[in-house]
């Protein structure tokens, strides 16, 4: 989940449109909030939002808003997803660790960007039904795994590119164990439910440079597996 403070909602459905119009005030919408990046526009305008909400809300899957999924979550508001896609500056030969799951939205849009997404979410249902979509859209760059990301993925790291798409209180130690030097790593940090701050982490070879980006709010990072 991920809601900005200038969170208002003129992407809402129109009477009448169609879903090409729909997409088109889509991709306007993450122009005007920021998005600039056209190689982030690229994927964001390849994956359709569409096929990540299911039920109820599947109609509003082109509005500018965080939505529910299973288990609970969230998945996050597509100008969000754009900011930090942007944030994170992925290049063609990347190893980008996520941690998140939640619909396999982010996920499946790094993969345009990258060489390779490691994804983990604490939820085996959401794992497994990212997985099902990855596999539906050919996207086999995706390695999704169900575990507890706060330790990140030892054995498959270091990583060029790390984000994190829940909240901590502050940037888990392994994960920036794990972020290779030069590497980013894009990040909401605060207590869960009240302000937090979208954080960016470089690593240089002198350590750890960290720039506050804007507020969010996301679903809090939460210890050990999930019941689903
Ligand atoms: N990136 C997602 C949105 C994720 S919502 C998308 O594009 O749809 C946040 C997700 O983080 C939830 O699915 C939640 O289960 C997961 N999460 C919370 N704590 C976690 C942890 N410790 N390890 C792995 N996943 C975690």
């Not at 996920?107 to 990855?134: H, K, M, N, P, S």
């Amino acid at each position: 989940m991920s809601t900005g403070p200038e969170d208002f909602d003129d992407t809402s459905d129109q009477p009448g449109e169609g879903l090409a119009e729909r997409k088109m005030r889509f991709l306007f919408a993450l122009r005007s909030r920021g998005v600039t990046d056209t190689r982030v526009l690229t994927a964001m305008e390849r994956v359709d939002r569409g096929l990540f909400v299911r039920g109820l809300f599947a109609d509003r899957a082109y509005e500018d808003m965080p939505l529910p999924i299973a288990c609970g979550q969230t998945i996050s508001q597509p100008s969000v997803v754009g900011l930090m896609t942007q944030a994170l500056q992925v290049n063609p030969r990347d190893t980008v660790l996520e941690v998140g799951t939640g619909s396999g939205y982010q996920a499946a849009i790094l993969a345009q960007l990258c060489r390779r997404v490691y994804t983990v979410d604490r939820y085996r249902r959401l794992v497994r039904e990212a997985g099902e979509l990855f596999r539906q859209l050919d996207l086999t760059n995706i390695t999704s795994i169900t575990a507890d990301g706060s330790f990140g993925l030892p054995d498959q790291g270091p990583f060029d590119r790390i984000i994190v798409t829940a909240a901590a209180e502050d940037p888990p130690g392994p994960l920036l164990e794990q972020l290779k030097p030069g590497g980013i790593m894009v990040l909401p940090v605060g207590q869960s439910d009240t302000v937090q701050s979208l954080i960016k982490v470089t690593r240089s070879s002198r350590g750890f440079d960290y720039e506050e980006l804007r507020p969010v709010r996301f679903v809090p990072l939460v210890e050990g597996l999930g019941s689903e």
